[in-house]
């Protein structure tokens, strides 16, 4: 009796080593996700947004060699159509409402004038789970002049390859 009771103890000493090694290795599995997931965020050239589901701003994190335009407090706890301008919160409210309709990324490309930044803009939408929805809003004004600029050159080219057309008549 005085043997299974010691083993018993032994056993449930044991057990419960085990149960705190394991919630160790978990917790510092979990603190390595966290440091990849914060060194990931600080890489990102990218202004990145949690918002809800309906819309409102709850949490931001942007490049560190970039400056907000907008204190983060002016807009954190704000809707949407409270910080931008119609058309712009009206495509990101669009793209917003997507995400969460079809659970997929979706993406939303606007104009809006900025100092010392880019005019144009993207903005892709992730669901995050079912409260709220990552954003994230890049500078795309150098891909938009570069479309444009070959835009330009198809049509010229175009214009020639027909005036050589009508020259070989």
């Known amino acids: 009796c005085f043997v299974d009771l010691t083993s018993q103890r032994a056993l449930a000493s044991a057990e419960a080593d085990q149960r705190r090694r394991e919630r160790r290795r978990s917790e510092a599995q979990v603190r ?33 060699d970039q400056p907000n335009h907008v204190p983060v407090e002016s807009f954190i706890g704000k809707h949407i159509s409270e910080v931008l301008p ?8 669009g793209a917003l409402e997507r995400a969460v309709e079809t659970g997929q990324s979706q993406s939303a490309e606007y104009e809006l004038e900025s100092p010392n930044a880019g005019r144009f803009w993207e903005a892709r939408l992730v669901p995050t789970g079912d409260e709220e929805v990552l954003g994230l809003v890049r500078n795309i004004t150098s891909q938009v002049a570069a479309r444009s600029a070959l835009a330009e050159k198809n049509k010229s080219l175009m214009e020639q390859q027909k005036l050589e057309a009508v020259g070989q008549l």
């Open 32 to 64: 390595r996700a966290e440091a990849r997931s914060r060194a990931i965020l600080e890489a990102l050239p990218d202004m990145v947004f949690v918002l809800t589901r309906e819309g409102r701003f709850a949490d931001f994190t942007g490049p560190a």
């Open 86 to 93: 119609p058309t712009v919160s009206s495509a990101c409210l």
